[in-house]
């Protein structure tokens, strides 16, 4: 099954209204893989400044959190009609800098993606284990949590992008092997197979995040199931486009 190379570029809370609209000028003019899926994300204020430039029709915006409810007294979040609003189409949910430093449980990250999802934002759902779960063996038992949380409550599994980001690769500039990355996805997507059916879990992208950059990113080619990337502090940086480019 063929599934769309995907690299996503998580810009974290970084950068202003000038250096977001840069990285949008250099990626519209960069020669760009054009089978590539490129899911750019700014911080709250520079979504709809970063949108409204790029020219490139195989890139766009997502946010970097949504609220799991409409509307109301909540103060700081944002709600997914804002987010589309301003032009974006996905939203990443779950990352761990929200679990672990926003304490975002396994359930409210399940309630924000089914919320994302029922009202039409696409989801960058991210999961992952901490180095202490990693040496106590326990990556797939947190993964499958993490999933298992999701699969409770959704059955639309069409506008999902799996990111594998292991909690210790995160911005260390310590990448998981190739071969180790290729070994978990495969596990998950087994997984994924016999909770969801195997053509959900054909078809679904499980995508590796965790200090990938420009000179690592080719290392992954021949992997079957990494199916992209998300990419923080490189996505800042020019090697972002030698990331997207990395398939060719
Ligand atoms: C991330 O924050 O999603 C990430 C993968 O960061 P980095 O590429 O900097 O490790």
Same mark, same amino acid.
């Given at each position: 099954?063929?599934?769309?190379?995907?690299?996503?570029?998580?810009?974290?809370?970084?950068?202003?209204?000038?250096? @977001?609209?840069?990285?949008?000028?250099?990626?519209?003019?960069?020669?760009?893989?054009?089978?590539?899926?490129?899911?750019?994300?700014?911080?709250?204020?520079?979504?709809?400044?970063?949108?409204?430039?790029?020219?490139?029709?195989?890139?766009?915006?997502?946010?970097?959190?949504?609220?799991?409810? +409409?509307?109301?007294?909540? @103060?700081?979040?944002?709600?997914?009609?804002?987010?589309? /609003?301003?032009?974006?189409?996905?939203?990443?949910?779950?990352?761990?800098?929200?679990?672990?430093?926003?304490?975002?449980?396994?359930?409210?990250?399940? /309630?924000? @993606?089914?919320?994302?999802?029922?009202?039409?934002?696409?989801?960058?759902? *991210?999961?992952?284990?901490?180095?202490?779960?990693?040496?106590?063996?326990?990556?797939?038992?947190? *993964?499958?949590?993490?999933?298992?949380?999701?699969?409770?409550?959704?059955?639309?599994?069409?506008?999902?992008?799996?990111?594998?980001? +292991?909690?210790?690769?995160?911005?260390?500039?310590?990448?998981?092997? +190739?071969?180790?990355?290729?070994?978990?996805?495969?596990?998950?997507?087994?997984?994924?197979?016999?909770?969801?059916?195997?053509?959900?879990? /054909?078809?679904?992208?499980?995508?590796?995040?965790?200090?990938?950059?420009?000179?690592?990113?080719?290392?992954?080619?021949?992997?079957?199931?990494?199916?992209?990337?998300?990419?923080?502090?490189?996505?800042?940086? +020019?090697?972002?486009?030698?990331?997207?480019?990395?398939?060719?």
């Amino acid at each position: 099954m063929a599934r769309t190379f995907f690299v996503g570029g998580n810009f974290k809370m970084n950068g202003t209204l000038e250096s @977001t609209k840069s990285i949008v000028e250099k990626l519209n003019s960069a020669p760009l893989a054009s089978d590539a899926e490129v899911v750019i994300s700014p911080s709250f204020p520079y979504l709809a400044a970063a949108k409204s430039i790029i020219t490139a029709k195989n890139i766009s915006v997502a946010a970097q959190n949504s609220a799991d409810r +409409p509307n109301g007294a909540f @103060t700081g979040e944002v709600s997914v009609a804002q987010i589309k /609003d301003v032009g974006a189409d996905w939203v990443i949910i779950g990352h761990s800098e929200r679990r672990t430093i926003i304490k975002e449980s396994d359930e409210l990250i399940a /309630d924000k @993606t089914k919320y994302a999802l029922d009202n039409g934002l696409k989801v960058i759902l *991210c999961i992952g284990e901490t180095f202490e779960e990693k040496q106590a063996n326990k990556t797939l038992e947190v *993964c499958e949590r993490q999933l298992s949380a999701v699969i409770s409550k959704i059955s639309d599994w069409t506008n999902v992008v799996v990111a594998y980001e +292991p909690v210790w690769a995160i911005g260390t500039g310590l990448a998981a092997t +190739p071969e180790d990355a290729q070994n978990i996805h495969a596990d998950l997507r087994k997984f994924l197979s016999e909770k969801l059916g195997k053509s959900v879990a /054909d078809s679904l992208r499980i995508i590796y995040g965790g200090s990938v950059n420009g000179a690592n990113a080719t290392s992954f080619k021949d992997k079957a199931d990494v199916d992209g990337f998300l990419v923080g502090g490189a996505s800042l940086k +020019p090697e972002f486009i030698d990331i997207v480019n990395s398939r060719q």
